[in-house]
């Protein structure tokens, strides 16, 4: 009789769970999720949030393209949004269900691959620049001759990150180009730029946060937010915002099409939007998030770190690294290739 | 006339044994040549703008890896970034297996000449680093060698050196980890021929009149080769596809075949070169199999 008690009461709490529990399948960048934000959401509204890793956007592409991921969100970068709209991957939001869409700060509104974020809310946003060890150089760290024409100072001590289309970009623009240049003549320059430049780099690297903070390298191309987490772990570590152009991205929260948790997403995009909730996003991936407001709970030491807010007379010189395709992609992995061969 | 009991057993267990390896086949059929298959479809297709493949037939992918055409004045030439890549990789295995097999033999023969227990403790202590994962294995060779590290540290407090050696990202920094990381598998066949080794034919070779080199060359080499080819093989054909170790190591400033093709499927976005290339490299190391075989065939027929 207790056995069958026991039975009948676990059968009815596992179905009481059932109808309170919800679930909802997240796939983002690795360490990227701030689990103190994603423990607030479970617990507000007792849904069981799965994260999942991805390390590029052509991996999340081809897993999501491949059907039947058993995702709900996706969190791919700017260029990637339009891709996955074109092949009918995502559903345009139902702005009603997301209150705290007037949250997104104007100027993140009207973005070229999402006029009026009908299919996207913005994620993390930040640049590609350099980050230098001021006590190897004291010179001028807003270019990107840091890596392309290094002084002598720091020629041997250099890392480039292995990521095409953010040298690529950065070397472009060195030469005089824009992001996803076709023309043959800019491109040749930017071969032979990085073909000369080479000899002087030390590695080929992504592990920036570390071996700058260890003083492993003397001179990186870097992301801002892994720059300013360097610079905590090493004060002489500052970024550069390159004066020739600098490259700009963001990430997107996109609900899938074949989304089972439609209902728990919405919840989740509109939490993130709350301003406190989104610089909370911020304060674990050190990046900033493009929602209005946010600033006043932005932890103290990003509200004046110079990687977030970037300074003004370097705020016209960025520019958003697209995907680039046909030519100017044809022309990237042909380079990439010369230079790492 | 009816067959005997005994026959009929003897039937139905090869039966039995058939159906009963019925599943490892349909497994083996459909887990190894299955995506194999689609490999080699893939590499005759047609590359999408956004990854993936265009169901279009298009012999680009394995031309390209032969020749392709300049970027900038649009004239055919051999690929000779694709043909550098691959001689890095074939060099950097060979080197490995060259110095695995320096570094193996005497280990194993040291081992193969103990007392049992004392043997078993040795072969105990070579296969210890299996239980580590690879990645957590060439972090720590890395931490060794960094510049602020074990050995750079160490050799500076002893006064040997003045300023800190640059290890970490050159070749020799990916050979001092591959030849780690690989040696188990050179020094455990080297050591099962080893210990077949006969120790009396030296002492016949000595009594002959052989010299050490002579008796090392006639008598031991001979003898004890399948050991040093199946090593060799062992240790060459996962040095080709070497990813992590070069990745960590070197720098990632050079690429291995690894590296090459994992950006075909990556950021270069052009599936069917990187599957071109993919079964580019299981022909070459079927070639370096047959090789393995046909040494081990001679081997039985001089037997």
Redesign the interface.
């Known amino acids: 009789m207790k056995r069958l008690l026991l039975a009948t009461s676990l059968l009815a709490a596992s179905t009481g769970f059932a109808a309170a529990e919800g679930e909802l399948f997240l796939y983002n960048w690795g360490n990227y999720t701030s689990p103190d934000v994603v423990k607030k959401f479970e617990e507000k509204y007792g849904v069981k949030v799965t994260i999942t890793d991805f390390d590029s956007n052509d991996t999340a592409l081809a897993k999501v393209e491949a059907g039947a991921s058993g995702f709900d969100l996706v969190v791919p970068s700017a260029g990637f949004v339009k891709v996955y709209a074109d092949k009918g991957l995502i559903q345009e939001l139902d702005l009603s269900k997301l209150p705290n869409h007037k949250n997104i700060a104007p100027e993140w509104m009207n973005v070229e691959w999402d006029q009026g974020r009908k299919w996207s809310i913005p994620y993390q946003w930040g640049s590609t620049g350099v980050s230098v060890n001021t006590k190897d150089y004291g010179g001028d760290i807003n270019t990107s001759a840091i890596f392309l024409d290094p002084p002598a100072e720091l020629q041997g001590k250099i890392n480039v990150i292995p990521e095409m289309g953010d040298v690529m970009a950065l070397a472009t623009m060195y030469y005089g180009g824009k992001v996803c240049d076709d023309s043959p003549e800019v491109m040749k320059k930017v071969r032979d730029g990085l073909l000369a430049a080479k000899p002087k780099w030390m590695s080929m690297d992504y592990s920036t946060v570390e071996k700058m903070g260890n003083h492993d390298y003397a001179a990186t191309v870097d992301w801002n937010g892994s720059a300013m987490r360097a610079r905590l772990k090493n004060p002489d570590v500052a970024y550069g915002y390159p004066k020739e152009g600098y490259g700009l991205w963001m990430d997107n929260v996109v609900l899938l099409k074949d989304a089972k948790n439609v209902e728990n997403a919405y919840l989740f995009m509109d939490f993130i939007m709350d301003p406190e909730n989104a610089a909370g996003l911020s304060a674990f991936a050190r990046y900033a998030n493009g929602i209005a407001g946010s600033d006043a709970f932005m932890p103290e030491d990003m509200k004046t770190a110079p990687e977030i807010v970037t300074p003004a007379e370097f705020k016209d010189k960025g520019h958003f690294v697209t995907t680039c395709t046909g030519k100017a992609l044809e022309y990237q992995t042909a380079i990439w290739t010369e230079l790492q061969k | 006339m009816a067959p005997t009991l005994e026959e009929r057993t003897t039937r139905d267990q090869i039966r039995r044994n058939w159906w009963l390896s019925l599943p490892a086949l349909a497994i083996l059929t459909v887990a190894a040549i299955g995506p194999l298959l689609v490999v080699l479809v893939y590499s005759f297709l047609t590359p999408g703008?956004?990854?993936?493949v265009e169901w279009k037939f298009s012999t680009e992918g394995w031309t390209s890896v032969f020749v392709?055409k300049d970027?900038?004045d649009e004239t055919w030439k051999l690929a000779?970034?694709?043909m550098?890549?691959f001689w890095r990789s074939v060099k950097l295995s060979l080197i490995t297996t060259g110095l695995t097999l320096l570094v193996g033999f005497p280990t194993a023969w040291f081992i193969a000449t103990r007392e049992p227990r004392a043997k078993a403790l040795w072969l105990f202590l070579i296969t210890i680093p299996f239980w580590t994962n690879l990645l957590i294995r060439t972090f720590a060779i890395n931490q060794i060698i960094?510049?602020?590290g074990l050995l750079n540290t160490g050799l500076l407090k002893l006064g040997i050196i003045s300023t800190p050696l640059?290890i970490?990202?050159t070749d020799t920094a990916v050979l001092i980890g591959m030849v780690y990381v690989y040696l188990p598998l050179m020094v455990l066949p080297l050591f099962a021929s080893i210990d077949r080794f006969d120790m009396r034919l030296l002492e016949a070779g000595y009594d002959l009149y052989a010299s050490r080199a002579q008796v090392l060359r006639r008598v031991i080499l001979p003898l004890v080769k399948p050991g040093i080819v199946a090593g060799s093989i062992l240790v060459f054909i996962p040095c080709l596809g070497a990813y992590v170790t070069p990745r960590i190591l070197g720098?990632?400033?050079?690429?291995m075949i690894g590296?090459?093709i994992e950006?075909q499927?990556?950021?270069?976005?052009?599936w069917p070169l990187g599957a071109a290339i993919s079964i580019l490299l299981l022909i070459i190391v079927s070639i370096a199999l047959v090789f393995y075989v046909r040494a081990i065939n001679g081997e039985n027929r001089d037997a």
């Open positions: 703008e956004y990854g993936n392709t970027i900038f000779d970034a694709h550098t890549i960094r510049t602020e640059q970490t990202y720098g990632g400033k050079l690429m590296n090459f950006l499927f990556g950021q270069g976005r052009n």
